[in-house]
């Protein structure tokens, strides 16, 4: 190790790194990469750490660092363990370039998982009421939560960043491209005849193919509309009509895929417009969301008397 790679600091390392892992991962990806390196460099210079040369944060350091997400910032355990990948991501590079003798990770203690505040699957009352109003006052919004409900499309980069060509009525396909995909591969999703219908009212198939189908002032448009912009309108509705706070955008994808599971279609079928690659994924989904169902146990449960 030359003397100049063994004095190299975090804060001087970092760009470089950042630089090679943006042409291998996804976006999001790397937004969890820049998030998490930014933090830990900002917790290096407000405790004077960040003149230290990398071969000098040692164990104690790294777990100073984590004891503090988590009982100062508070975050919780699926958080920190990223951010532990993260900024061990970092140290390895350092490591394979001879910065680092050693990757210093060892005494690093996660939090307690808390509970899970996932989105909740909205009860059928509850449906009506909010598919009722949305499409009343606001037939952007509803268009996307029906494309998440039917298609169970993510509604992150996958929705928010759709084009009208993207989406095939006369054969009744969706395809997400390669770019949006969470597994980074293009797939194709079926579209039910009832959303088939919906996307026609809508116009999408009157419109230029390149036109971002949720765009800007409630249009298809050039341009999408920003990251939080569908899941805070429909929040406001949730809100409105005094509905739990767990039912999030991300619920309609949760509720279309148990509605088709308990209609009786095989597992298979339901893997298949989940995208998921093995059925133990699929089950594990469903038992998240809904429990599981023990239908001879429902129904057979012998009465005490």
């Not at 976006?27 to 210079?45: N, S």
């Not at 491209?177 to 026609?200: E, F, G, S």
Request: charged share 30%; hydrophobic share 35%; with cysteine.
């Amino acid at each position: 190790m030359n003397l100049f790679k063994k004095h190299r600091t975090f804060e001087s390392i970092l760009p470089d790194f950042l630089a090679e892992k943006e042409m291998s991962i996804s976006h999001r990806t790397m937004q969890g990469y820049r998030t998490h390196t930014k933090v830990f460099l900002a917790w290096l210079k407000e405790n004077g750490y960040s003149n230290l040369s990398i071969n000098k944060i040692n164990n104690e350091i790294i777990s100073k660092f984590f004891i503090y997400l988590g009982t100062v910032k508070k975050l919780d355990k699926t958080t920190c363990e990223k951010c532990f990948l993260n900024i061990r991501g970092l140290f390895k590079y350092a490591q394979k370039r001879e910065m680092l003798d050693k990757v210093p990770f060892d005494l690093v203690v996660l939090p307690q998982k808390k509970e899970s505040r996932s989105a909740d699957v909205i009860r059928p009352e509850h449906i009506a009421q909010l598919l009722d109003l949305i499409k009343k006052e606001d037939k952007q919004l509803y268009l996307f939560c029906m494309i998440e409900y039917y298609c169970f499309i993510r509604p992150g980069r996958e929705l928010r960043q759709m084009k009208v060509g993207d989406i095939d009525l006369d054969n009744g396909v969706i395809t997400v491209i390669q770019d949006h995909a969470k597994n980074h591969k293009r797939q194709l999703v079926t579209i039910p005849k009832q959303l088939i219908d919906i996307c026609r009212e809508y116009g999408i198939d009157t419109v230029d193919k390149d036109l971002y189908i949720f765009g800007l002032k409630g249009k298809m448009a050039k341009k999408p509309v920003s990251v939080n912009n569908m899941s805070t309108r429909f929040d406001v509705f949730r809100d409105r009509l005094n509905l739990p706070k767990t039912y999030k955008l991300y619920s309609w994808k949760h509720t279309g895929a148990t509605k088709l599971h308990i209609s009786g279609i095989s597992m298979r079928e339901l893997m298949d417009q989940l995208r998921h690659t093995r059925l133990t994924a699929t089950e594990h989904y469903l038992r998240l969301r809904s429990g599981t169902i023990n239908e001879r146990i429902r129904d057979n449960f012998p009465s005490p008397i």
